[in-house]
């Protein structure tokens, strides 16, 4: 096992995606330890992820992992399903003797196998992560005992990066994709994609409380909270808590997504590693 004990604790941890969509983890992950200083890097020049080949996310999700490294980043977020389904280990092989990395799939594969046996779940993703098979595949390495239906929702991603949740849109394009015999008699349902926080009070009102309406962003944060303790590098109460976000292609969208998260001014830099 990696020993991380030689790390700064006060280093920040690094978190990336394809967009605003990891917004929502590193807003879990800062409100649980809000001492601890992020590093954020949306991946605006490629997004959405879920259309891209497997081997194209792997490329990208290498390139952004040295781009943390090189921030000197104490551990490494994939805040990005499609990201954690096809490249995460790539990274964890590339830099995992190095710093911890966590994905957004196996803090929620593991609590569903644990909370719903001899029950049906549903998972809703891109058309990459549902392709990649990863959620079936996750949760039935542990147990057989859940049924696991997955549907893909490609508009949703594309439509929350344009600003369009809670509202008569995104309810329509809501509807449309959970009212599917799919996801018939399901009492547990996976937001997987980062992005899917922002509709979840939509989602949920679908259901009428009826489905248990998981957000992977607050699993994940624990697991973050979990990992720093085990290996010593959580920050102590002298830390500043430092924000720093980057983008590979500026939006102005994106800096005012990160403020209605933040609550703050962001300081937004363009970080253009592709060049």
């Known amino acids: 096992m990696p020993d991380f004990s030689f790390m700064p604790k006060n280093s920040p941890i690094g978190i990336f995606d394809s ?6 983890v590193a807003k879990a992950i800062h409100d649980l330890l809000p001492n601890e200083s992020l590093v954020y890097f949306g991946d605006t020049a490629h997004l959405p992820y879920g259309d891209k ?19 000197d980043c104490k551990m ?13 280990r790539a990274v964890a092989k590339w830099v995992g003797k190095e710093v911890p990395v966590i994905n957004v799939i196996d803090p929620i594969a593991q609590h569903v196998a644990q909370h719903f046996h001899g029950q049906k779940i549903g ?11 990863v ?25 929350i990066e344009e600003g369009f949740f809670n509202n008569n849109i995104s309810k329509a394009v809501i509807h449309s994709y959970l009212d599917n015999p799919s996801l018939m008699d399901i009492k547990g349902l996976i937001l997987g994609c980062t992005h899917y926080p922002l509709i979840k009070r939509e989602v949920s009102a679908f259901y009428k409380g009826s489905v248990d309406v998981m957000d992977s962003s607050l ?22 808590g430092k924000l720093s976000f ?11 997504s990160a403020g209605l998260f933040f609550g703050e001014r962001i300081d937004l830099q363009e970080a253009r590693i592709w060049d």
């Open 246 to 256: 980057y983008v590979s292609d500026f939006t102005d969208s994106f800096r005012q």
């Open 219 to 240: 699993f994940v944060a624990g697991e973050v909270v979990r990992t720093l303790d085990e290996k010593g590098l959580r920050c102590q109460s002298d830390c500043e």
């Open 53 to 71: 080949s497997a081997a194209s996310v792997r490329k990208f999700s290498l390139r952004i992992a040295r781009f943390l490294l090189e921030n």
């Open 76 to 88: 490494i977020v994939i805040a990005c399903n499609t990201a954690s389904a096809r490249g995460a």
């Open 123 to 133: 998972v809703i993703a891109t058309k990459g992560t549902v392709n990649s098979r």
């Open 135 to 159: 959620y079936p595949r996750r949760i039935h390495a542990i147990t057989r005992d859940v049924e696991v239906s997955t549907r893909a929702t490609p508009l949703l991603a594309p439509m």
């Open 19 to 24: 967009g605003i969509g990891g917004l929502t």
